[in-house]
C-alpha cells in the first residue's frame, strides 16, 4: 500500500476524531454549565449529526478500535486535556451554549467529507466497518387513520429533534424525515384510512381540525385506481400504497406514496388502529368556500372597518427552461377600528366572510395594526411585523355605478403558461367577460405550444359595495371588486376584481 494512502486515511480519520471530540466535549460542557439551553443544543446536535454521518464515524470507530488494540484507550486519553480546557472555556463564558448550531457550522466540525473518505477506505486497511443496521421489517398491515399515524410520526421525529428546532435547521429536518421514513418502510405496505381531498390526495378530517400529514399518490397500480380516486373525492376511503419519501412541514405533512389502491372501509371486517391520546397527529383545517362564506352582507360590516388597503409585488424571474415568467403577490388588508387587521385572499368580499370561523380557522391571516411615523404596521401572532408604507387605500365602487370600459388581466407563469381575463362592462349594464389562455415556452431542447380555447359569457352586473354582482349562466355570482382611492369611479384606470388588478385597456 502506498505511503500517500496511508497519510491520506490517517489524515480523515484524524481530522474526523478530532471534530467529534471537540463536538461532544462541548455539548458535555454546556449540559453541565448551561442547562437551560439544552433543548437547542440537542436539536442542533442532531442536525449536525445526520449532515456529518454521525452515525457511521461511530460505526469507523468501533470497528478500528477492534482492529487496533489500545486506540479508544489512546484517543480518550489524548482527549482528556482538549476536555477540560473546553469545560473550563464554557464554565467561564456559557454564551456558546445557546447557540451551538453556529458553533458546529464552524470548520472544525466540518467532517463530512474525512468520515466519507475513512469509511470508504477503512477495509483497504484490514478495518472491517459493519452495515447500518436497520429495525427488523414486519409483516402486518395494519389500516392507520392519518390523524393516528401523523401521531405516531410526531413522536418518531421527536426522538431525534424538536418540531420547533426543525423549522429553522434543514438539517435536522432531514433527519427527523429520514428517521420517520426508516419507520415507515419497516412495513411491506402502509394502509391509510381518511378523507379523499383531491385527484392524488386523501387527509383525514376531524370537525375543525385534520391530519398533520396528508397522504399523495405519486403512482397508481393502474389507469382504474387513478380514475377511482378522483372520482372518489370527498369520501372516507382506505389508502394502500409503497411510502416513497416524508416531508414534514411547518403548515402540515405529506407522505409520498407510489402503486396506490383505493378500498372501501367495512368497519365490521377491518379494525382501524387507535391510540389513547392522538391530539399530536391534529392542526387546524384550513377553511372550504362553503365555510368562509357567511352570506350576503353576514361579513365584516363596513362601519367597523377604517381603511382597505392593496400591498403588492410584481417581480420578473426565469425558471428552470429559461422561460421569462411574472411572480405576482397581491395582499389585500381590511383594517378594523378596534385594532384588528385581516388579509382578505377569498374571491368574495370581506363582507360576506364569516368573521367567527376565520378568526378560529385562520389565524394567520390576522394580525394587529397601528400607525407608526406616518406608515401603518401590522403584528402577527409570532411577533412578525409587516410594513404597510407602500400599499395604496381601496374604495368600494359607488352603488348603481355604470362602467362603459373594458379591464384585462394577464399574467405568464412558470412554464410559459399564459392566463388572460378581461371584462368589457358596457353602460347598460351588461358585462362581457372572457377567459383565455395557452401554454407557450422552452421545455427542455423543446418548444412546446398549447393553445386553450376562450370561454367568452355574456350577463348582467351591477356592484354593491365591495361586491360585484353577476348575473350569470349558473346563477347569480358574488365577486370582490374595488377601485384605487383618488380614481375616478366612473373611469378607473385600474379596478381590483377576485383580489387580483385589472388595468384599463385603451
Not at 197 to 219: P, V, Y
Amino acid at each position: 500500500m502506498l505511503a500517500d494512502d496511508v497519510s491520506e486515511f490517517d489524515a480523515a480519520f484524524g481530522k474526523a476524531v478530532s471534530g467529534a471530540v471537540q463536538a461532544e466535549a462541548y455539548m458535555s460542557a454546556c449540559d453541565r454549565h448551561d442547562p437551560a439551553s439544552g433543548a437547542s443544543r440537542r436539536d442542533a446536535m442532531a442536525g449536525w449529526a445526520h449532515r456529518v454521518d454521525f452515525a457511521g464515524y461511530k460505526r469507523l470507530l468501533r470497528a478500528a478500535g477492534e482492529k487496533i488494540p489500545g486506540l479508544l484507550k489512546s484517543i480518550e486519553d489524548q482527549s482528556g486535556p482538549a476536555r477540560k480546557q473546553i469545560d473550563a472555556a464554557v464554565a467561564a463564558d456559557a454564551s456558546i451554549c445557546s447557540d451551538f448550531r453556529n458553533q458546529l457550522r464552524q470548520d472544525a466540525y466540518d467532517i463530512a467529507r474525512p468520515v466519507r473518505h475513512a469509511l470508504r477506505y477503512a477495509k483497504d486497511f484490514g478495518i472491517a466497518v459493519a452495515a447500518e443496521t436497520a429495525d427488523s421489517a414486519s409483516a402486518e398491515v395494519e389500516v392507520v387513520p392519518l390523524v393516528v399515524l401523523s401521531a405516531r410520526l410526531a413522536g418518531k421525529m421527536d426522538e431525534i429533534g424538536s418540531s420547533a428546532g426543525a423549522r429553522d435547521d434543514r438539517d435536522l429536518r432531514d433527519a427527523r424525515e429520514e428517521h420517520a421514513l426508516a419507520w415507515l418502510k419497516q412495513r411491506p405496505a402502509t394502509a391509510l384510512y381518511g378523507r379523499v381531498t383531491g385527484k392524488s390526495e386523501m387527509r383525514e378530517w376531524r370537525d375543525d381540525q385534520q391530519s398533520r400529514f396528508s397522504a399523495r399518490c405519486l403512482s397508481f397500480a393502474d389507469d382504474a385506481q387513478e380514475a377511482n380516486m378522483e372520482r372518489e373525492i370527498g369520501q372516507q376511503r382506505i389508502l394502500v400504497g409503497e411510502v416513497r419519501w416524508v416531508r414534514d412541514e411547518a403548515e402540515g405533512g405529506v407522505l409520498g406514496l407510489r402503486d396506490c389502491r383505493l378500498f372501501i372501509h367495512d368497519a365490521a371486517k377491518t379494525e382501524l388502529a387507535s391510540i389513547d391520546d392522538d391530539s399530536a397527529g391534529l392542526m387546524l383545517r384550513p377553511l372550504e368556500f362553503e365555510e368562509a362564506f357567511a352570506g350576503p352582507g353576514k361579513g365584516i360590516s363596513v362601519g367597523d372597518i377604517d381603511r382597505v388597503l392593496y400591498d403588492a409585488e410584481f417581480e420578473n424571474r426565469l425558471d428552470g427552461f429559461g422561460n421569462g415568467y411574472t411572480s405576482r403577490q397581491e395582499d389585500i388588508y381590511v383594517l378594523l377600528r378596534d385594532g384588528t387587521a385581516y388579509r382578505h385572499e377569498w374571491n368574495f368580499a370581506f363582507t360576506d366572510l364569516d368573521t367567527a370561523r376565520s378568526r378560529a380557522r385562520e389565524p394567520g391571516r390576522w394580525f394587529t395594526w397601528r400607525k407608526s411615523w406616518g406608515s401603518i404596521k401590522l403584528k402577527a401572532k409570532d411577533g412578525e411585523e409587516i410594513d404597510l408604507s407602500k400599499a395604496r387605500r381601496l374604495m368600494s365602487v359607488p352603488e348603481g355605478q355604470r362602467l362603459d370600459q373594458t379591464y384585462y388581466f394577464l399574467n405568464v407563469g412558470m412554464g410559459g403558461s399564459r392566463s388572460d381575463r378581461q371584462y368589457a362592462f358596457k353602460a347598460d349594464g351588461q358585462v362581457v367577460h372572457r377567459r383565455g389562455g395557452f401554454v407557450a415556452g422552452n421545455f427542455g431542447t423543446h418548444y412546446i405550444t398549447v393553445v386553450g380555447k376562450d370561454d367568452v359569457t355574456t350577463s348582467k352586473y351591477a356592484f354593491d359595495g365591495y361586491t360585484l354582482l353577476i348575473d350569470g349562466p349558473g346563477g347569480q355570482e358574488r365577486h370582490l371588486a374595488a377601485v384605487f382611492e383618488g380614481d375616478d369611479p366612473a373611469r378607473p384606470e385600474e379596478i381590483i376584481i377576485d383580489g387580483q388588478v385589472h388595468w384599463l385597456k385603451d
